[in-house]
């Protein structure tokens, strides 16, 4: 009893720091770039914008230009970075356990590769450029494909019976050679530079497309998803103890998995058509945290949703400052960062999947 | 409670397992199932546990049909420790044990003080104290079979299906198990491989082979030397074991 109030405390507490350094966070994030603008007039242009204007005066900034970079490019950026580590890292964390699998990632079912087959069809083929309406159909196509992967490797996996973890790891598998097979050749026969250059970027991830027309979609999905999961704690829990040992509790497993894993590839859709592949995060930051607070979800998923969105703003800020002149693909950030994080609570705390 | 099982097949990927089973446990009663491996004893518990879906036959608990149960409702009624409890991600053993009120609870309802006053009984019960704040993955087999009794404990149910629960079990706990489950003033089907230890703890045993109920009866008139022989093939004497003065069993 003690124990587990004490444990709900700290839960609280670390939500309250987390939420704290998420905001400090995004003030830092929206001060570095090609114009270095000082942290204060960012803090203070964003609370007279976020206010209506009701807080502080404009008039006051050394440049009238800076009011444009932080509203316009900097903070939508900011922005979408913390919606995409939310959505991610959820995603990761509800697919370890409706898989039971520790090993994976919002991709899982097929959905990168789907998403990849998406993308190189549309700059390979007919929607490559750089005017509005082809980034809109590139986030079309990319959806698109996604979905269809999550779906056909949902259906492969009902075929000869129920639904379980292992038939849903290898369908997601099998569609991802074979999805992977397609891309491949469309990209082989295309034989276009300037096209495997961009499908090559868009798979190693990138924030650089944000803006505040993107942000109401991207934004509904994820608290949508946030809200219907934490609903799921007590479920979700039972999930990870099998399909036997959840009847006789009385859960019937399939239709949940169903379920969530339906909700989780919409979430990881959305986030890839606009943001391309980002990889390890939503592997990586459910472990992380599992390691420090366990396997509860009540505590585990929503410590993981904050917890990658602090991540992810931060991976954003690196890719942006860490090279001088050219911008990192936010990918490659996240791997960078989140492999050695990742050592150290394999190492120092003896994780083993749980705790 | 009682429970009836009536007529029941059951098959496993189209291979019939059980054929036209019928078996009954009163109120209160201990009811034991024994037969060699692959008998059937493991694919009848799943399906009283409606794990297993039948292909003919009806299973009844106080005269409610299980089959049209919710499983949440079974669940509030009918505890079951499996054989099996394999488990990828990890809990501390408290939160395993509190896992056993998910019946008792709603979608959004959160564990209160008297779940946690449920599982801190269940906890003294069943030894557990030393367990307690320890992770169910660093634990052995039998430390593991006793948090999952214990949460099938916690679930409070009034009757219980055990399918080899002394399993991985050293003596002090196989004894102390199935004298907590004797105690119990609830009904009890379970399935025992130690012969000796049914003779001592069931009211009733059924004797399965190749899928049918070969004998039934008191232990008594279960463990002669003809069934055993028929059932595991091997040799046998009956005596009544001079301490506890009831029958035993020794192979030769």
């Known amino acids: 009893m003690n124990r587990i109030s004490r444990q709900r405390q700290l839960f609280y507490m670390s939500i309250l720091l987390l939420t704290f350094l998420i905001i400090l966070s995004v003030g830092i994030g929206v001060t570095v770039g090609q114009v270095s603008i000082p942290l204060s007039e960012s803090f203070q242009i964003l609370a007279n914008k976020l206010s209506g204007g009701l807080i502080g005066d404009l008039d006051t900034l050394s440049s009238n230009a800076y009011t444009n970079i932080i509203w316009q490019i900097r903070f939508p950026r900011v922005l979408l970075a913390m919606l995409t580590g939310m959505g991610l890292a959820m995603a990761g964390a509800v697919m370890q356990t409706t898989v039971q699998n520790p090993l994976a990632d919002p991709y899982i079912l097929g959905i990168s590769s789907g998403a990849s087959l998406g993308a190189t069809f549309a700059i390979m083929i007919g929607f490559g450029g750089t005017s509005i309406l082809a980034q809109m159909g590139l986030s079309f196509w990319a959806f698109l494909g996604a979905i269809t992967a999550a779906f056909l490797v949902l259906l492969l996996s009902n075929v000869g019976g129920q639904v379980n973890s292992i038939k849903l790891v290898l369908s997601g598998m099998v569609l991802n050679a074979l999805f992977t097979a397609f891309s491949n050749f469309i990209i082989y026969i295309a034989n276009d530079a300037e096209g495997i250059r961009s499908v090559t970027f868009w798979m190693m991830g990138s924030l650089a497309g944000a803006s505040w027309s993107i942000l109401p979609l991207i934004a509904t999905v994820v608290i949508a998803g946030f809200l219907f999961f934490v609903t799921q704690e007590r479920i979700l829990n039972i999930m990870l103890l099998g399909d036997e040992a959840a009847i006789t509790l009385g859960v019937n497993l399939a239709f949940y998995r169903k379920l969530y894993l339906v909700v989780a590839s919409i979430l990881t859709g959305i986030i890839v058509a606009n943001s391309g592949m980002i990889g390890f995060v939503g592997l990586i930051i459910p472990h992380i945290v599992r390691g420090i607070v366990g396997s509860n979800h009540r505590y585990f998923l929503t410590l993981s949703i904050f917890s990658g969105s602090l991540f992810m703003v931060w991976s954003d800020i690196l890719s942006r400052i860490i090279l001088p002149t050219v911008e990192l693909p936010i990918g490659i950030l996240t791997s960078l960062i989140g492999a050695p994080l990742f050592i150290y609570i394999f190492v120092k705390k003896g994780y083993e999947f749980g705790g | ?252």
């Open chain 2, 1 to 252: 409670m009682n429970l009836s099982v009536d007529n029941l097949s059951v098959s496993i990927a189209s291979k019939k397992i059980i054929e036209d089973i019928s078996l009954h446990v009163d109120q209160n009663q201990f009811v034991g199932l024994i037969g060699p491996n692959g008998c059937g004893k493991s694919t009848l518990l799943k399906s009283v546990s409606k794990i297993l879906e039948p292909d003919a036959g009806m299973i009844t608990l106080n005269g409610n049909n299980v089959q049209q149960l919710s499983n949440k409702e079974l669940a509030k009624k009918l505890g079951v420790v499996g054989q099996f409890n394999k488990v990828n991600f990890d809990f501390s053993v408290r939160q395993m044990l509190l896992l056993g009120r998910s019946p008792h609870k709603g979608l959004m309802e959160r564990d209160n003080a008297k779940d946690y006053e449920i599982v801190d009984k269940v906890i003294k019960q069943m030894d557990l104290g030393k367990l307690a704040d320890r992770s169910f993955l660093s634990l052995s087999g039998g430390e593991k079979q006793r948090v999952i009794l214990g949460r099938t404990l916690v679930q409070q149910p009034q009757f219980l299906v055990l399918d080899e629960p002394t399993n991985h079990l050293d003596i002090k706990h196989q004894l102390s198990i199935l004298k907590t489950v004797h105690a119990l003033p609830i009904s009890v089907l379970a399935a025992l491989h130690d012969l000796n230890l049914a003779t001592r703890f069931t009211d009733y045993l059924y004797a399965m082979k190749d899928g049918v109920i070969i004998k039934q009866g008191t232990p008594d008139e279960v463990l002669t030397e003809a069934v055993i022989r028929e059932l595991y093939e091997v040799e046998c004497r009956v005596y009544t074991n001079p301490i506890l003065g009831i029958k035993n069993i020794e192979f030769l």
